[in-house]
């Protein structure tokens, strides 16, 4: 795929098996977006062509994209129209109408935990709560195949976990989801195959278990103790259990963890009108 | 103050980054200004008046009399029978018609100046156009009286002129009137008459033998028809229209920047079906509001419908699809939001001004009249025109509503090919 004199994707070929969850895992400009845009029949690829199922895009875009349901980057959303609003503008493009189209609003709405703000402006949602609502849009046709276009960008911690779990909700009813981001520990949460991609060429793709096998000498495992174990204590019990070459240290988990554990899983939806960007797409 | 000289750089360099931006910034005033220079100016000896000319008897003084106001620099000339000049002024096609009747060669004669007996000759005209009546009424008087004043320095005409006074005269006249016009006779007689003339008449002096009575000319002959605020609300509602065409384009751009386009192309909806769909969005509103204006119109300003009812619903139905078709050309030239704002404000307003929309047509240079003509936002006027106080009917509509969709058809179609989904 070539933009005047920048070859943004270069040669790849990459398949992607129905039912998976897969990361496109890749820096900035690595080329992950335009691909998915070639996947979507947004862009007509230079060179070679992208199939989904028995469908070629570059012949038949309108009946891939019915197929698909993309989460994009950027906020795509009304930000005068109201919440309910923005939902019936993007079912009812997908031809959904009349009591279908109510169903999948609701739908829309549960999924998106924003059943209590579905008369709010979107402009005056917090990152998150339009975060969840860009994600909901996507999917009010019920698509088979899942893009999700670095979905997570700006919001808190609470809220990319809601994204995940309906992540893993949509891939476990049998959805191919396909999640590009250049966050290492999303791919690892949540994709079981992943493919990596730089200067718009494919670096490797393999299961996730295969990537790291090729790459890491030593395993890793998280052991839980109860409190009052001290770490001489543990390693007395691994020796005994025969396992001489064992290292322990001890770590409080990541930031994240911490933040989540003290601030708890709970949405914070009600905390909106504190925003600084109050009513600005961010 | 170097924090406020780097501010200040900082504004310079982002206002000449764009380049189409900064030009529209001198281009608008200057072009602008030199429109309503032009309107505004004084009108030149050179302003010709197109006059049709209706000769209902054509005898050598009236075809003498029609010479001269051909001969005079400030009329155009054309004659046309009687049936054509109430049409094409009735319809706006032409501006001033002068109908001479049976009489006008007894009118015409020396003596008819001092018979306190006037003449009539309806001077028809377009009842937007009452400024250009009125000169014309007095540059017809002007060369009434030269013609006629001309041939008084005939000697054997100011005999026969005199002698036909005296011959007038009853028995019981003014003695002092007879003894003046046997002298007059005598002199003009002997020698050149013309330095006596305004010495008196018969009854009250001397006066125009033939009086040009302004007639406001319309299809069905009502005058009273016309309205000022038909014109002013046709034009002032195509301007704001287009205007909204213009913010129509920006806020595609502004999806283009947002991101919500890239989600309506990942719906079934083809581009062109996206596009169209904005375009149909414009032209909705635009019907949306001319419903509204010509409403307060109908019942506040007492506008009327006085020609075909479904020729006005097509002419504004056809303005609308037009201004749907502008904002999707506005939305392929501009790149930006800014550059929608300034080219589209310049656009408007150049559309807006020749067209009729902001002064009626009269007050422009003829050049930009006929050139006026190409333009559909002179259709729309004219046929809105048509349709209300110049009462015609639904056949006169049909032109406007071709050139209002054509021209539509025309917009959209180089706004499509041009208009980039991606920035």
Redesign the interface.
Known sequence: MVFGEVCAVDGLSLEIEQGSLTGLLGPNGAGKTTTLSCVAGLIEPTEGEVRVGDIDVAREPLRVQRLLGVVPQSLALYPTLTVEANLRVFGGLFGLAGRLLSERVDWGLTLAQLEARKTSLVGNLSGGMKRRLNLACALLHDPKIVICDEPTTGVDPQSRNHLFDTIRRLHREGRTVIYTTHYMEEVEALCDRVAIMDHGKLLAEDSLEGLLRGTEQQTTFQLKVQRGRTVEEVLEILRAAGIEDAELKSSSGSLEQVFLRLTGRALRDGDASNDICEGAQS | MKGLFWLIRKDLMIFFADRQGALMTVLVPVVLASLLGMLFAPRSSSTVLKLLVVVQEATPPVRDFVAAISAAETFDVEEVDEATARARVGAGKASLALILPVGTTEALQPAAMFQGKQRHAELLYDPSDDIEATMAAGLLTQVLMQETMGSLSDRDTMSEMFGDLESDLGPDADAQLKSFLAAGRTLSESATATKTLNTGAEQGGMQPPVAFDRVAATVTGVASQYNSYAHNFAGMLLMFLLFAGQTRAKHLVAERQ???L?????????DRTILLGAALSTTAVALMASAVVYAVGILVFRIEISGSVPGFVGVLLCQALFVGGFGLLLAGLGQTEEQIGSIGTFVVLILSFAGGAMFPSFMMPEWLRAGSQLLPTYWATHGLAAMTWRGMGFSEALLPMLVLLSSALVCAAVGIRRFR?RS
């Open positions: 947002a991101g919500t890239v989600r309506l192309r990942l719906s079934p909806a083809s989904f």
